[in-house]
């Protein structure tokens, strides 16, 4: 009886962690593509019945994106890093993130509470923003002005600022933090490639501050029988992350948002439908 229990448990931890290295991947594939990894974890943990108690794991997790994502521009950050005291472009680039990362961090302050325990328990809320944002990435396809910024590096200081803002729309669950900072990008004049790398430039000191706030307020939270799972969603977010971001860059330069407009509208249909149907909370 005693064997048959542990070999239970241990199928059951087992299982746990097959959960967590799908969210992992879920959470890397989804982070830096305009589809929101909010909507997908929630979706995905639903589907999968994982619960998540205090949102530790996520949060955990969402670390393993962001350093996979400064290892790829490792050599930018260290170019920028050393360059500060000599290097006039490298003083501008700090000073261009750095201002248009602050309009996250004021909104952020007095909104995340609010969205964190009213809008992520709405799924009505995240279908309509998922449908809403992919009509509103085809229009932008279609109709974005000329583009005049062609490097994202080069993005003029109040270019950078007003897609800040634009960031914030993020905080709604569903409209996702990339994709809001791609619209604003092609909206203010950079071009595909231009928008999609400044927001993985932007995504750097937001997410890295949102993971320290996120962080002080669920570390007492953190079960030590949870560490295994989260240690292994950390490592998959991590390797997924890494691996797509490079291709989605050279995919929008070719072919645009397009097919993650119309992604983004076939999932928040589905999930609408089974909110009307009752088949979710």
Do not use: N
């Not at 593509?33 to 979706?43: G, N």
């Not at 203010?188 to 962080?215: C, H, K, N, Q, W």
Request: aromatic share 14%; charged share 15%; proline share 5%.
């Amino acid at each position: 009886m005693v064997a048959s229990a542990h070999f239970g448990g241990a199928a059951l931890d087992f299982l746990d962690l097959i959960r967590a290295a799908f969210l992992g991947v879920l959470q890397g594939l989804t982070e830096f593509l305009p589809v929101s990894s909010t909507a997908h974890l929630l979706i995905g943990a639903e589907l999968i019945g994982y619960d998540d108690p205090g949102g530790v794991f996520t949060v955990m997790i969402q670390l393993g994106s962001i350093l996979a994502v400064m290892w790829l521009y490792r050599q930018r950050i260290i170019d920028v890093i050393t360059g500060l005291p000599t290097k006039p472009e490298a003083r501008r680039f700090a000073l261009m993130l750095f201002l248009s990362f602050l309009p996250a961090v004021g909104i952020g302050f007095f909104a995340a509470d609010y969205v964190k325990t009213v809008l992520y328990e709405s799924f009505i809320v995240i279908g309509w923003a998922l449908v809403i944002g992919g009509a509103a990435m085809l229009l932008l396809e279609r109709f974005a002005p000329k583009p005049v910024v062609t490097d994202a590096a080069e993005t003029p200081i109040w270019r950078a600022v007003a897609v800040g803002f634009m960031q914030c729309i993020a905080m709604i669950p569903g409209v996702s933090r990339s994709g809001a900072t791609i619209y604003g990008g092609l909206l203010l004049g950079l071009d595909r490639r231009a928008a999609a790398e400044f927001s993985f430039f932007l995504a750097m000191p937001t997410m890295v501050a949102a993971f320290i706030y996120d962080f002080i307020k669920v570390k007492d939270q953190i079960a030590p029988e949870r560490i295994a799972e989260i240690a292994v969603g950390f490592v998959f977010a991590f390797i997924a992350a890494a691996i797509v971001v490079k291709p989605f860059l050279d995919f929008v330069t070719r072919i645009g948002f397009g097919p993650f407009a119309w992604y983004r509208i076939g999932l928040g249909a589905l999930l609408l439908g089974g909110v009307y149907m009752g088949q979710l909370g």
